[in-house]
T-cell receptor, first 113, second 112 residues
Framework: KAGVTQTPRYLIKTRGQQVTLSCSPI?????VSWYQQTPGQGLQFLFE???????NKGNFPGRFSGRQFSNSRSEMNVSTLELGDSALYLC????????????FGPGTRLTVL | KNEVEQSPQNLTAQEGEFITINCSYS?????LHWLQQHPGGGIVSLFM???GKKKHGRLIATINIQEKHSSLHITASHPRDSAVYIC??????????????FGQGTILTVHP
């Protein structure tokens, strides 16, 4: 089985722009979670989607949003980018039968200039 | 106070040494994860625990639910074990049900 894939792997944007990141889970996995990793704050939970519904949300401003499609692929969007949004964005997928076990993608490194 | 605390934050060892990384948490959990992250690399899940002890090769993870504490042990450490080790807990209830909260990570460097 192919692992979790994320595109793009690297992205450079300027302040005020918006960005969309994509995550394709492992085949058969219906849960996708998104995380932000920064040197100062470490790893933080953004949101979780299951069967196209947002099941959980972390403490991030409304500029951060996401969605999941019927094929379980997920996207996250950040609008009005700020310098502090520079981070590694990771997604992870899990199956219904083994919900607690998460498989992480390689991440998207976003740099905001 | 953070909900998940790891210690130590940095750890340097000589090849062959026995290593222990600790994780304490203050919330009710359904599972605890130990993750490994190499520089510039993605995250690999090493263990998922809800009770007791698990072993995989030279790695051993234990959890004490009553004391809200987990340890990750590496026996006969090797330079390739150098990485950041992260403890994460999945919340069991309340408004945070299902969320993962992460420790700050332990940077391990093993010298040959």
């Amino acid at each position: 089985k192919a692992g979790v894939t994320q595109t793009p792997r690297y992205l450079i944007k300027t302040r005020g722009q918006q960005v969309t990141l994509s995550c394709s889970p492992i085949s058969g996995h219906r849960s996708v979670s998104w995380y932000q990793q920064t040197p100062g704050q470490g790893l933080q939970f953004l949101f979780e989607y299951f069967s196209e519904t947002q099941r959980n949300k972390g403490n991030f401003p409304g500029r951060f949003s996401g969605r999941q499609f019927s094929n379980s692929r997920s996207e996250m969007n950040v609008s009005t980018l700020e310098l502090g949004d520079s981070a590694l964005y990771l997604c992870a997928s899990s199956s219904i039968s083994s919900y607690n076990e998460q498989f992480f993608g390689p991440g998207t490194r976003l740099t905001v200039l | 106070k953070n909900e998940v605390e790891q210690s130590p934050q940095n750890l340097t060892a000589q090849e062959g040494e026995f290593i222990t990384i600790n994780c304490s948490y203050s919330v009710g959990i359904s599972a605890l994860h130990w993750l490994q992250q190499h520089p510039g690399g993605g995250i690999v899940s090493l263990f998922m625990l809800s009770s007791g002890k698990k072993k995989h090769g030279r790695l051993i993870a234990t959890i004490n639910i009553q004391e809200k504490h987990s340890s990750l042990h590496i026996t006969a450490s090797h330079p390739r074990d150098s990485a950041v080790y992260i403890c994460a807990v999945r919340h069991a209830g309340g408004t945070s049900y299902g969320k993962l909260t992460f420790g700050q990570g332990t940077i391990l460097t093993v010298h040959p």
